[in-house]
């Protein structure tokens, strides 16, 4: 539950940031608002402020001066400040007084929510303001493909940040096992800064991500870089690491990340090694409707229509493919359903190779079927107790939020909530906790799961899906599902189809 108090001298921006943001959603239960500095800091010495978003230039009290005057009294609140100037000197005064993020008028409502997203979580986490705080904020944003190439250019250029390298790729660190993975991360950081330049911060899956950027990126020698070090500071069997795919452009370092956290998310790390070797893709189209097919099959509420869907998919996986990779392909898809669904569970690959893949299926083709389905029942034993580990009205909330988006129904947490007698932010604010995610980024998940879904009719207008999962607007839909799929809508169909053509099957 968070307070958030909104400075600006204009009214308008004051009511556009009042009625645009979903701020229930986001876990705040108190929006104050006033139009100069003098009367903001009043509120803060009546009461405690977790998030400031202010203006700069107002009457009485400039937003400088009040962010000077609150790091005195309430050094805890976080800040961001919203301005129509974007002169160089008041970035660099903001970055001295700790502000989580400098955004120039006249600014996207989403982008403005994001960054109230990316902060809010930073307060649940109980992190301490920095300037070390901002460029973490940025570097979360980048890899996450939350930010133009306009802004991220600014934030670089505030930040001593070069982008104009040649090539750019991802390492992420994850402990596997008990110890310390400290001295691997330094000897990482200061052995990369001999060759590359080096971004790091730790990313809310807790992995250790270090951005290098630099003239070419040889996977193989950071390969034998990483074994080298592991074996150096004794932590071969603490820490593994993953290397995603190297890009040329810096708005693609989203794409080298994805890559590295799904080589970390889509193995045994009990069994793996200190570099984790890649893997076959497994956010394409085709595993994207075969985990869309496998999530849908665990939501079903009765037994038997799921073991009529289990069926049904075995049969389709066993035409047209080998068995190994059939059952690959399988095993990679419920993976990716899990941690997916479920980013707060811990020990989730463990549960999946241990206790579901071993042992089901003899490697014989005429019983990958039978195998096929018992591993899929299996793993939604996983998938129920994960899910069961929710309270009761979060569980409501998913359900509601799936049923809509399914059923092409509007989807509103206050609706729910005054359905249903509750509270919006506090219901907000426990989604956020269980889930690991905020309810608009979940319920936009949905809806992009949904999409990819009809996408593969051609005769479907990308704009007629995206009003009947739920996007009102046809840009913001393309906006996010380039933001978790790396391409357009019309891009991903065009491949999708053309797989289609070549008689791949989900």
């Given at each position: 539950m968070y307070t958030v108090l909104l400075?600006?001298?204009?009214?308008?921006?004051?009511?556009?940031?009042?009625k645009s943001i979903h701020w229930q959603e986001l876990g705040v239960d108190k929006l104050l608002a006033v139009s100069d500095g003098l009367t903001a800091l009043d509120c803060f010495e009546r009461q405690h402020i977790d998030l400031l978003i202010t203006d700069i230039r107002m009457p009485r009290m400039n937003g400088l001066e009040l962010i000077g005057r609150v790091r005195d009294i309430s050094p805890d609140t976080h800040t961001i400040l919203l301005t129509a100037y974007g002169e160089f000197e008041y970035a660099k005064q903001a970055i001295a007084l700790g502000v989580e993020n400098y955004l120039l008028k006249p600014v996207a409502r989403e982008e403005v929510e994001?960054?109230?997203?990316?902060?809010?979580?930073?307060?649940?986490?109980?992190?301490?303001?920095s300037e070390s705080l901002l460029q973490e904020n940025v570097l979360r944003r980048w890899t996450a493909g939350n930010i133009g190439d306009e802004e991220l250019s600014d934030r670089a250029a505030m930040l001593g940040m070069n982008l104009y390298q040649k090539a750019y790729c991802v390492v992420c660190l994850v402990k596997r096992a008990r110890g310390s993975m400290a001295g691997m991360c330094s000897a990482c950081a200061e052995t990369f800064a001999k060759e590359y330049d080096v971004w790091r911060f730790w990313d809310e899956k807790g992995n250790y991500v270090m951005i290098l950027g630099g003239r070419e990126i040889d996977t193989k020698a950071l390969t034998d870089t990483l074994e080298r070090l592991a074996w150096e500071t004794e932590t071969e069997q603490i820490v593994s690491a993953a290397i995603g795919t190297p890009v040329r452009q810096a708005l693609n370092v989203r794409l080298s990340y994805q890559a590295a956290c799904d080589a970390i998310e889509l193995v045994d790390l009990q069994t793996a090694g200190v570099v984790l070797g890649s893997r076959e893709d497994v956010r394409g189209t085709n595993a994207d409707l075969l985990a869309e097919e496998i999530k849908i099959l665990f939501f079903l509420p009765e037994e038997e229509s799921r073991l009529q869907g289990y069926r049904h998919l075995a049969h389709k996986?066993?035409?047209g493919t080998s068995g190994g990779e059939a059952f690959a392909r399988?095993?990679?898809?419920?993976?990716?359903v899990l941690v997916n669904e479920f980013p707060n569970y811990g020990g989730i690959?463990?549960?999946v190779y241990h206790h579901s893949v071993s042992g089901v299926w003899d490697g014989e083709e005429a019983h990958l079927e039978q195998a096929a389905v018992v591993f899929l029942q299996k793993v939604y034993g996983i998938f129920a107790e994960c899910f069961d580990a929710y309270t009761p009205i979060v569980r409501r909330v998913v359900l509601y939020i799936r049923n809509c988006v399914l059923g092409g129904e509007g989807v509103s947490l206050k609706e729910f909530c005054g359905q249903n007698g509750m509270n919006p932010a506090y219901i907000g604010h426990m989604f956020k906790g269980e889930t690991g995610v905020f309810f608009n980024d979940y319920l936009n998940r949905c809806r992009i799961e949904r999409a990819i879904v009809l996408l593969r009719n051609p005769n479907r207008m990308?704009?007629?899906?995206?009003e009947e999962v739920g996007f009102t607007n046809t840009s913001y839909f393309v906006k996010?599902?380039?933001?978790?799929?790396?391409?357009?809508p019309a891009k991903y169909r065009q491949e999708l189809?053309?797989?289609q053509k070549k008689g791949s099957r989900p």
């Open positions: 400075v600006d001298d204009e009214d308008s921006v004051l009511e556009v940031l009042k994001q960054n109230i997203r990316n902060t809010l979580d930073n307060i649940y986490r109980k992190r301490e303001n996986l066993a035409l399988l095993v990679q898809g419920c993976l990716y690959q463990e549960k990308v704009k007629d899906i995206a996010c599902f380039r933001e978790q799929k790396g391409i357009s189809l053309g797989m």
